[in-house]
């Protein structure tokens, strides 16, 4: 949180406002002092929840307070009264509402590698009850001698399987001058982890029409995925979905750390609807199925589940991938947690 202290403030109100500040930053947090043109500025700090911004507000001497919600004051809950509410985003062309009351499954493989396998695997996906088919054109990957993706050529079979099969299109936008040309195949756009903070990337996704999902960074604070989102929420498209899809942590047992806290974290601040990767948050296909049914149960508007006809041949994450069997199974299941937890698949 920062204060900004009037130009007028006398030196009485200064110590107040600093005392007061220490207090609410407790003993590990801590108050930096800054200047900005000619007013005081103090940063404060905690290693926990964050401050409560109400003391401040009206306080003698401070004149502005900028807390968390400051930064995502679109995405943020307005004027909802009902904490637990969001805006749902409705994908028309194949009657799919994304934060309803339906938990929406988003399927396929990590790539698309070629037209036969992906029509099979919108197929068995679309049987299962997936409405979204997900497969990355243009990929991502931490090094320039892995497969890159078949760029054009896959976004012109993502449009063909989509049309054919009634199903919803979900793939990744890597920069900006590919927004448009994405934006006219996928009914979502993603945004990948690696690309949360890529500002103009961002910004050319608020000026389409498509929604967003918009994957957390893989070391992103909650403050800094919503302030993310908010860049495209501030060039007027509305339609932001976050995904939730692991943390880097110390822990070595699953290739990042799913992080479900943060799905009532989000209710709490924003009115997004939130869905979950299991697939990138594990990294193992094993524990695709347990995972994907805790993030139902947490909360979760939607998941994100990699899938491939033979995931051993599979060109990317295939190690991370179910079959079309444990897809099946796993629907299943999820069917069942939904009616528990009052929603549907
Ligand atoms: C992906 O979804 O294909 C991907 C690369 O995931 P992430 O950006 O979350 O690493
Ligand atoms: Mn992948």
């Not at 407790?26 to 002092?33: L, Q």
């Not at 003698?60 to 900028?66: Q, R």
């Not at 934006?183 to 945004?191: C, E, P, R, S």
């Not at 990948?192 to 389409?208: D, H, I, T, V, Y």
């Amino acid at each position: 949180m920062r204060l900004i202290l009037s130009s007028d403030a006398t030196a009485r109100e200064i110590g107040q406002v600093l005392e007061l500040a220490r207090r609410a930053c407790g003993d590990h947090g801590a108050v930096s002092v800054d200047m900005l043109d000619g007013r005081m500025v103090m940063n404060l700090c905690t290693d926990g929840d964050g401050v409560d911004a109400a003391p401040f507000r009206g306080l003698e001497g401070v004149s502005v307070v900028e807390d968390a919600e400051t930064i995502y004051r679109l995405a943020g809950l307005q004027d909802s009264p009902v904490a637990t509410s969001c805006s749902p985003v409705e994908i028309a062309r194949i009657d799919a509402v994304i934060g309803g009351d339906e938990v929406v499954v988003m399927a396929g493989p990590c790539a698309v590698e070629n037209v036969d396998d992906l029509l099979r695997t919108a197929v068995a996906v679309k049987k299962a009850g997936a409405k979204f088919l997900r497969g990355g054109a243009f990929k991502p990957r931490t090094s320039p001698y892995s497969f890159q993706g078949i760029g054009d050529e896959g976004l012109e079979m993502l449009g063909r399987v989509g049309e054919e099969m009634e199903i919803g299109i979900v793939t990744e936008a890597m920069e900006p001058g590919a927004v448009e040309k994405v934006g006219q195949v996928a009914d979502i756009i993603q945004i990948g982890s690696r690309n949360m903070q890529n500002f103009p990337l961002l910004k050319e996704a608020g000026r389409q029409p498509k929604p967003v999902l918009l994957k957390r960074g893989m070391s992103a604070t909650l403050e800094e995925w919503l302030g993310a989102a908010e860049y495209v929420l501030n060039e007027g498209n509305a339609k932001v979905i976050l995904c939730e899809r692991g943390i880097r942590t110390f822990s070595r047992h699953s290739r990042h750390t799913l992080d479900l806290g943060v799905i009532p974290a989000i209710r709490e601040r924003t009115r997004l609807p939130v869905i979950v990767d299991p697939s990138h948050a594990t990294g193992s296909s094993g524990k695709v199925p347990s995972m994907s049914r805790a993030a139902l149960a947490a909360g979760a508007d939607g998941l994100l589940i990699e899938v491939h006809p033979d995931p051993s041949r599979a060109m990317s994450d295939g190690f991370q991938t179910l079959t079309f069997e444990q897809f099946d199974r796993l629907m299943a299941e999820l069917k069942r947690i939904a009616r528990a937890v009052g929603r549907s698949v």
